[in-house]
């Protein structure tokens, strides 16, 4: 018997802990259940964070960006190119989207993308297609004056012999 009241003194100080602990920990001024979408961690941003320019972009800065990346989807996978500003072929494609015509048409939908990273780091993505020659953007085509088949050409020829 005396074990009996052991176990039970025991089994009642393990609960008044557990409703003391209970008590100490909840906030009063919190309703009982809650449900957000807000996350309660901070929102950081780096500085090497990158946003994309809205469709009012000037397309003449293209020239002033730092590089070019050139991302081609040739069947089996893609492929990333990456372009240097002051290298000629980057100056050439940079030149040839910036005064490329306005046309008519849908954007194209090839899986390829050329994004320009502009000093401030905004980016201006434009979807690709080589073999139409037109690039596209918040629902806008434009087709360069220049052979765009040859400009890609040339910077992935480049990127062969370099790799070889």
Known sequence: MRRTWMVAI???AVLVLAIGGWWLMRDDTDPTSTTSTVSSSPVVTSPYDLVEADAAVDLGTLTDAKFASLLLDGGEGLTSYMIAAGQPSFLALAEAVASAEKVDGPTPA??????FVMEDRVTVTFDLDVGAGVVGREGAVWRPNDDLAALVGAITARADDSSQ
């Open 10 to 12: 025991g089994v009642a």
């Open 110 to 115: 090839t899986g390829s993308t050329l994004t």
